[in-house]
């Protein structure tokens, strides 16, 4: 592979070589082919890649060379070339519709797009977003000794997605050498019979590799030193570097020489970001876990040069692969010194990034596992300067959701989530805004089936939390409450501002409100209203008097919507604990009932209120008789319940023990009086 290339040019080269098998000596199974047979087969390989009825709209771009390019001499066999695909494509207007090349390159130059970078799927989607097409299509040319390799890729640009990759070898004739630079009626083909400097190169390289198997000795290494920074890194044969590279850090051999190599190659690269060199340079300085002062410097250089899609990646081998704790101090030095260039524009290229994009680069790459201390200083130092829009609220609430989530340290984690409730406090309220946070509130929710991943909730979202989240954010709960469009949505939100006293006017009654409505006709909105008031727990206390009525009410008309308001009034009478004897004989009367779950209900309410429902038991389990044995059946199980403050119904249980001849009865009440102990 040529490696003396624009940075940009050798990323494009080494993505072909994993992705289209750019040919880049003798490849195999192909033989060159006339001209137009290679375009008119390139054509229908893109054609058939549209299994559709309806055209998709393609922009073909410039094949360029993937060797070293003059950006001052014309590129003429890659105009031809994409010419004369253009011709091929056109002659079927049911597949594509091809996008003006003149407007294109308007484009791409009005955007400073280069047209190596478009075979990378950002790059693809960002042309996506500017033009309307739905492909886009680019490819390279490799002259070689007598053929051309062309390689291409067609992109979906809404999705990133490699339609279809094409190949093809096409036969150098005369005609076609006379579009290269330089070229004179064939003169420039080399001499089969003559090795050029390349190919001597290569030999040397393929030489020096060999060594790789033999690291026993000092000696052995620094000569396999000495020779192999005489190939240089530049260069096709260059890739020996990435070998080499690769055999020190596997077994962590340190090599003073070899470094003062590489810090020299990587210096020299101008475009690091498209150059596959200089972050494998970065990733051999990290492989003894230490960043020295002289590295951070160069590796900071290499920052100065690298755009917001690359970033991340750098900072992650310069921050965070060397101890966090042994190296804070200095950590947060050289984040200050990051974040002072990106102030200043001084980051990246060809036009500078903006602060918000590398602040969130910087946060992407000083990611450490089981330690936050990055992050968090990263954003109570930098955050304010951000400029806010939808995007970077976005990309703040992700960042401190996972910083709280993953945080272990209390006190670091009540300041991530004091940062989130002012996030959520201040973000501009809307559907997106409404989302987030019953999103972040329903994290802390149990899972009802799987206990071994509520342990882990319960460590990463602790429940005390949820209660400090609910305090500071209250006006937003309350205010996102109705904020959706989803029925379904909504019932949970309401149930979640219910369950935390949240109150949401028009919605959630208050008290006043709650016995007015039961004291009218309005039967859908009493069952409504009852059903949130069974959620409040102890808090209808108040209106206990209303409650009770209901279970006095009778209607032909509205006996079903009846039924359910009395059955939710036991629950809710049950949850405030009534001392109410209307109240409770109805419950002790509902244990016979016939109609679906009221026994259960009443069961549970007598129960709930304890203590103050004993005296009413024992009355009406001394005025049983033989015939009454399910009503005693459950009178027992429920003083069983209600355990030692049921003591006083220890003589009736012992006398009904006594008399009674029904093993399950005798079974319940010698369960009760164990519970009674």
């Given at each position: 592979m040529v490696m003396k290339l624009h940075s940009?040019?050798?990323?494009?080269?080494?993505?072909?070589?994993?992705?289209v098998s750019i040919h880049s000596a003798e490849p195999e199974s192909q033989d060159p082919k006339d001209f137009n047979a290679v375009i008119s087969e390139l054509a229908k390989k893109m054609q058939e890649s549209n299994a559709t009825d309806k055209p998709k709209r393609l922009a073909v771009v410039t094949f360029v060379p993937s060797q070293n390019r003059n950006e001052n001499v014309r590129n003429e066999f890659g105009e031809y070339v994409t010419e004369s695909l253009i011709s091929a494509l056109s002659s079927n207007k049911k597949i594509f519709k091809l996008f003006e090349r003149k407007r294109l390159d308007a484009v791409l130059k009005e955007n400073d797009l280069m047209l190596t970078d478009l075979m990378q799927k950002d790059a693809a989607i960002k042309i996506g977003e500017l033009v309307p097409i739905d492909a886009l299509f680019s490819g390279t040319y490799t002259k070689l000794k007598s053929y051309i390799d062309v390689n291409g890729r067609l992109i979906d640009v809404v999705t990133g997605e490699i339609m279809v990759s094409v190949s093809g070898r096409i036969q150098l004739t005369d005609d076609l050498m006379s579009l290269f630079p330089g070229a004179n009626n064939g003169e420039n083909v080399p001499n089969e019979n003559r090795k050029s400097d390349l190919d001597l190169c290569k030999e040397k390289a393929k030489a020096v590799k060999a060594r790789l198997n033999d690291l026993s000795s000092d000696d052995?290494?620094?000569?396999?030193?000495?020779?192999g920074i005489k190939i240089p890194f530049d260069t096709e044969c260059g890739v020996f570097h990435f070998d080499l590279m690769y055999a020190f850090k596997r077994y962590n051999i340190e090599n003073t020489e070899y470094k003062k190599f590489l810090i020299?190659?990587?210096?020299?690269?101008?475009y690091p970001a498209n150059d596959q060199r200089a972050i494998e340079i970065i990733r051999y300085f990290a492989k003894d876990s230490i960043i020295d002062s002289q590295e951070w410097t160069l590796g900071l250089k290499t920052l100065r040069k690298i755009g917001n899609y690359s970033l991340s990646s750098y900072i992650s081998y310069l921050l965070t692969h060397q101890n966090v704790s042994a190296h804070l101090n200095e950590s947060y030095d050289r984040i200050d010194e990051y974040f002072e260039l990106a102030q200043a524009g001084r980051i990246g290229l060809p036009t500078p990034v903006t602060f918000n994009a590398a602040f969130f680069e910087m946060t992407e790459g000083a990611k450490v596992r089981d330690d936050n201390r990055l992050l968090i200083y990263c954003y109570e130092k930098y955050a304010d300067r951000l400029t806010m829009d939808a995007k970077t609220a976005k990309g703040i609430y992700s960042l401190l959701t996972a910083i709280y989530k993953s945080e272990d340290d209390s006190e670091r984690k009540t300041k991530s989530l004091t940062w989130l409730a002012d996030?959520?406090?201040?973000?501009?309220?809307n559907e997106k805004s409404a989302e987030q946070l019953y999103d972040f509130a329903r994290s802390f929710?149990?899972?009802?089936?799987?206990k071994e991943a509520n342990k882990q909730i319960m460590r990463e979202f602790p429940q005390k939390d949820l209660e400090s989240l609910v305090q500071a954010c209250r006006s937003k709960f309350s205010e996102y409450a109705t904020l959706t469009k989803y029925?379904?949505?909504?019932?949970?939100?309401i149930n979640f501002c219910v369950k935390y006293d949240v109150p949401v006017p028009g919605t959630i009654p208050t008290m006043a409100e709650a016995q007015a409505i039961l004291a009218g006709d309005d039967w859908e909105e009493q069952l409504r209203v009852m059903k949130l008031l069974v959620q409040m727990n102890e808090r209808p206390k108040p209106i206990e008097k209303a409650l009770v009525n209901i279970l006095d009410k009778r209607s032909l008309d509205h006996k079903g919507e009846l039924s359910q308001m009395q059955e939710l009034a036991l629950v809710v009478l049950g949850n405030v604990r009534t001392n109410d004897p209307k109240a409770i004989s109805y419950m002790i009367a509902s244990l016979e009932s016939r109609e679906y779950m009221i026994p259960d209900k009443a069961v549970d309410a007598l129960?709930?209120?304890?203590r103050g429902a004993v005296p009413a038991l024992i009355a009406k389990l001394n005025s049983l008789t033989i015939h009454d044995g399910g009503l005693q059946y459950k009178i027992a199980v429920i003083l069983g319940r209600i355990g030692k403050d049921a003591q006083a119904a220890k003589p009736s249980l012992?006398?009904?023990?006594?008399?009674?001849?029904?093993?399950?009865?005798?079974?319940?009440?010698?369960?009760?009086?164990?519970?009674m102990e």
């Open positions: 940009f040019t050798f990323a494009l080269v080494l993505c072909l070589f994993v992705s052995k290494i620094q000569a396999l030193v000495r020779d020299a190659a990587l210096d020299s690269i101008p996030l959520f406090n201040h973000s501009e309220t929710e149990p899972n009802p089936y799987n029925n379904s949505q909504l019932t949970d939100r129960v709930s209120i304890g012992q006398a009904l023990m006594a008399k009674s001849t029904n093993k399950d009865i005798k079974y319940a009440i010698e369960a009760a009086l164990q519970a």
